[in-house]
Each structure stands twice: as structure tokens, then as C-alpha cells.
């Protein structure tokens, strides 16, 4: 495995909290971002990244998984290499749990910060891929927890403040705790309604 990111202790959370900018084909050398999140998402236990995490605020998603099977986020081989450029959610839809933790969110001891976060089960995206072209989508089931989870991240917004009650744990028991509460699809198709963020 390689280094964790070490933004939060260098940095702190205020840099995480800034909203990231729209990235610039002309002047942005986003290929060189892409591969950085590449090199990361290859060699760290994560589903996905986005660039501030690394020092970068661009508006960019990098996801390696979008599997629940964490046992995925171990194996250097798997990596699904999908990059949204610029993504905007149009619409949102359903209701689904899942324990989420964060490579950025570690305190001094190695622990994650954790805790089970409400995203929507569907939801329309529009985004530009790495060619310039503006495209449109529909995702759904886990994958949408994952790119949220990222989406939040270029808008300043972390899991924890999206969470009432959080805890520590260590990555082995958030994965044990993983196994046995499962993601928790409670409506595929209902109104999706946010709740109020907890800062």
C-alpha cells in the first residue's frame, strides 16, 4: 500500500472545506491530475478520489470502485479508471445508507472518522469526459454513494457533515462492520431528500 494522504495534518480541514473550480481544458493540465488520482486510487484502500484531497481543488472525480465489495479496494488490479470532468447533479432520486469513513478524515492515531450517511439511490449527472465533450447519465445503486461521496468533495462538504453521530474505527472494523451492515437500499425511487448539513 502506498502513503495516505496527509492533507488534513498539513493542511487542515479548512482546505478541504474550499470549493474547488471548474477545470480548464486550455490552461488545466488535467491529464496530469487524472494521473496522479490514478497512481493513488492504484496503491491506497479507496473507492474513489477527487483532486483536492491531494492538494488539487478541481472539480474532478476519480473512481476506482463501485462495488460495495470493499475486498475490491485491496486488490491493485481492480480499478475501474471512471473520470467525470466538471459533474453537475440534475437530479436525484430514491434513499440509501452506508457507513462511510474517508482517506481524508484520519485523526492522529489512524483512526477513520466514520459514520452512516443518507444518499440518494439514482441520480442524472451531466459531466465532461476527458475528450472535451459534454456528456449526460444516468447512475444508480452504489455507484451513486461513491460519486456523492466525491461530488461533496469539490463543493467543501465532507461525510462527517452529513452525519449526527460519528465514531473511530480502525480500517479493519469498518470493513468487519461493512460485512455485517450491509448498503442499505431503502427506496429506489422516492423524492430524495437531503438532510440538513450537520456543521
Same mark, same amino acid.
Given at each position: 500500500?502506498?502513503?495516505?494522504?496527509?492533507?488534513?495534518?498539513?493542511?487542515?480541514?479548512?482546505?478541504?472545506?474550499?470549493? /474547488?473550480?471548474?477545470?480548464?481544458?486550455?490552461?488545466?493540465? +488535467?491529464?496530469?491530475?487524472?494521473?496522479?488520482?490514478?497512481?493513488?486510487?492504484?496503491?491506497?484502500?479507496?473507492?474513489?478520489?477527487?483532486?483536492?484531497?491531494?492538494?488539487?481543488?478541481?472539480?474532478?472525480?476519480?473512481?476506482?470502485?463501485?462495488?460495495?465489495?470493499?475486498?475490491?479496494?485491496?486488490?491493485? /488490479?481492480?480499478?475501474?479508471?471512471?473520470?467525470?470532468?466538471?459533474?453537475?447533479?440534475?437530479?436525484? +432520486?430514491?434513499?440509501?445508507?452506508?457507513?462511510?469513513?474517508?482517506?481524508?478524515?484520519?485523526?492522529?492515531?489512524?483512526?477513520?472518522?466514520?459514520?452512516?450517511?443518507?444518499?440518494? +439511490?439514482?441520480?442524472?449527472?451531466?459531466?465532461?469526459?476527458?475528450?472535451?465533450?459534454?456528456?449526460?447519465?444516468?447512475?444508480?445503486?452504489?455507484?451513486?454513494?461513491?460519486?456523492?461521496?466525491?461530488?461533496?468533495?469539490?463543493?467543501?462538504?465532507?461525510?462527517?457533515?452529513?452525519?449526527?453521530?460519528? /465514531?473511530?474505527?480502525?480500517?479493519?472494523?469498518?470493513?468487519?462492520?461493512?460485512?455485517?451492515?450491509?448498503?442499505?437500499?431503502?427506496?429506489?425511487?422516492?423524492?430524495?431528500?437531503?438532510?440538513?448539513?450537520?456543521?
Amino acid at each position: 500500500m502506498g502513503q495516505r494522504i496527509t492533507i488534513v495534518t498539513k493542511k487542515g480541514y479548512d482546505y478541504l472545506k474550499q470549493r /474547488s473550480t471548474e477545470v480548464d481544458f486550455e490552461k488545466d493540465d +488535467y491529464k496530469e491530475y487524472i494521473s496522479k488520482l490514478k497512481e493513488y486510487c492504484e496503491t491506497n484502500v479507496v473507492y474513489a478520489l477527487s483532486p483536492v484531497q491531494i492538494g488539487i481543488p478541481k472539480r474532478l472525480i476519480y473512481i476506482r470502485n463501485t462495488s460495495s465489495d470493499m475486498s475490491k479496494n485491496y486488490d491493485g /488490479s481492480h480499478n475501474e479508471s471512471i473520470i467525470y470532468i466538471n459533474p453537475v447533479i440534475k437530479k436525484a +432520486y430514491g434513499h440509501t445508507q452506508f457507513l462511510e469513513g474517508c482517506e481524508s478524515c484520519i485523526d492522529a492515531d489512524g483512526n477513520y472518522i466514520v459514520g452512516v450517511v443518507d444518499r440518494p +439511490y439514482k441520480i442524472d449527472i451531466e459531466y465532461t469526459d476527458i475528450e472535451g465533450k459534454r456528456q449526460s447519465k444516468t447512475i444508480k445503486d452504489f455507484e451513486v454513494t461513491v460519486f456523492c461521496h466525491e461530488y461533496d468533495h469539490l463543493d467543501g462538504i465532507l461525510h462527517m457533515d452529513r452525519i449526527d453521530e460519528s /465514531s473511530k474505527m480502525t480500517l479493519t472494523e469498518m470493513r468487519e462492520y461493512r460485512a455485517a451492515h450491509k448498503y442499505n437500499v431503502i427506496s429506489e425511487d422516492c423524492e430524495y431528500k437531503p438532510k440538513k448539513l450537520v456543521k
